[in-house]
């Protein structure tokens, strides 16, 4: 929500060069910590709940490439609506993130979903 809602358009278009918040934290520069965790955190829970929503996206790729994907929606929605910059720094953040959540999420799913071919089907 605050990614896109809670920020005021700046109508201006913002592009960050790329990896300049490692550089900033290379440089010293402590406080850009927390805008890198909080997007490595923002799509984590997408890479735990997308195997368990969508059988298909079984292998860390998948999960990794639907928050890349996403991840991207989101950048270019901030570009476009001059709320917040584009930033490449954020599509990596936020896919190392979902990638975090795969490596949960992805076992996770095999084995509800094992569980669930384990159950027998009813008699009703």
């Not at 997007?39 to 990794?64: E, F, T």
Request: one cysteine or more; hydrophobic letters at 45%; glycine letters at 6%.
């Amino acid at each position: 929500m605050i990614t896109l809602l809670h920020r005021q358009p700046t109508y201006t278009l913002n592009i960050k060069p790329p990896f300049w918040e490692i550089s900033e934290y290379l440089k010293g520069n402590e406080s850009i910590l927390f805008d890198i965790v909080g997007n490595v955190i923002m799509l984590l829970p997408l890479g735990i709940l997308v195997p368990i929503w969508i059988r298909k996206a079984d292998s860390l790729k998948k999960v990794a490439l639907t928050g890349c994907f996403i991840s991207v929606f989101i950048e270019i929605i901030q570009l476009i609506t001059t709320r917040g910059f584009f930033e490449i720094d954020d599509i990596v953040h936020n896919t190392l993130g979902t990638l975090i959540g795969a490596l949960i999420g992805c076992p996770l799913a095999r084995w509800l979903y094992s569980q669930q071919e384990n159950i027998p089907p009813s008699d009703t």
